[in-house]
């Protein structure tokens, strides 16, 4: 267990999922694909049982370069791999009070208002996936998913405000997991904790069980769970440990941040992470996280 400083957010752990989802390439663009999870999918799966917050993120279509400077970039970016955005175009973080819960997101629950009241809408389905991401060639029915389990360390709460963000993935991989993670929440982020600019920072640490997040959620027979969907899994989490979440109002907001401390903290990535890189995603906000006690009432 990780000794964790006093100024972390303390709160009994929700079990955290990033999906991370490839587009169906055969019908969609990106930008058709952004439309099509945020648009349409979302209104479907935000109704999953007892789900306790529900975000999409989808990579920018502006380049990091432009955003920062590509002097910057190279600045920032330890041997990062060339090739990681063709594995997704988007992943949801959802957020369910423990395993279980998880495992029981998509039971039918009466939420349909009718005159005598909420019943069970038999107009609920989750069958578009197919057609919004990456299909499995010999099972129509079935998509490719890549759902893996995370564990957050809340370094500053998020606080959105009523414009788009600057938001930033901060992908990496350790060299040494245990003492890595250990520096990251103590050295690391005791720096990053006194951005004033910082609008929010989280800190995710992938699971070591691959299958964390895919057991019970997706029957055994399912192309997750077959060879090739654990070899893709494999494939996919070799790249890192973990990431942070940034949040800033703009991007000069952030390289201001990191100007001042980026010797500092650019020693400290040097000494644990075999690479790291940033992705700037757009954050679709479409269940506000709750990290309180349940609320005894249907809650979204």
């Not at 989280?202 to 069980?209: A, G, P, T």
């Not at 100007?259 to 992705?279: M, P, T």
Request: proline share 5%.
């Amino acid at each position: 267990m990780i000794s964790s400083p006093e100024w972390l957010l303390s709160a009994e752990e929700l079990f955290k999922v990033f999906a991370f989802l490839k587009r169906n390439t055969d019908l969609l663009s990106h930008d058709d694909y952004r439309a099509a999870h945020v648009g349409y999918h979302c209104g479907q799966s935000r109704r999953l049982k007892d789900i306790r917050g529900y975000l999409v993120n989808v990579w920018s279509n502006t380049s990091l370069g432009t955003r920062l400077g590509e002097e910057w970039v190279d600045a920032l970016n330890i041997n990062a791999p060339e090739d990681f955005l063709h594995w997704w175009d988007g992943f949801p973080e959802v957020y369910f009070d423990n395993q279980e819960a998880w495992v029981n997101a998509m039971m039918l629950e009466p939420t349909r208002a009718t005159a005598e009241g909420l019943v069970v809408d038999p107009d609920w389905a989750l069958d578009d996936c197919p057609r919004i991401f990456d299909p499995v060639p010999d099972r129509p029915q079935e998509f490719k998913p890549c759902h893996l389990r995370m564990h957050e360390h809340v370094l500053l709460p998020v606080l959105r405000t009523e414009c788009k963000a600057f938001k930033l993935m901060h992908f990496f991989k350790l060299k040494d997991v245990t003492g890595g993670k250990q520096t990251l929440v103590s050295d690391y982020a005791s720096v990053v904790a006194k951005w004033h600019e910082c609008q929010g920072c989280i800190v995710n640490f992938r699971d070591s069980d691959l299958d964390a997040a895919m057991r019970g959620f997706y029957p055994e027979e399912s192309w997750g769970h077959s060879p090739a969907g654990q070899a893709h899994r494999t494939e996919f989490c070799g790249f890192f440990d973990g990431a942070i979440e940034y949040h800033f109002l703009n991007s000069e907001d952030f390289l201001n941040a990191r100007r001042r401390d980026h010797e500092a903290l650019y020693a400290i990535e040097q000494r644990i992470f075999s690479s790291c890189w940033y992705v700037e995603v757009d954050e679709n906000l479409v269940v506000l996280p709750n990290r309180n006690p349940a609320p005894a009432f249907y809650f979204r």
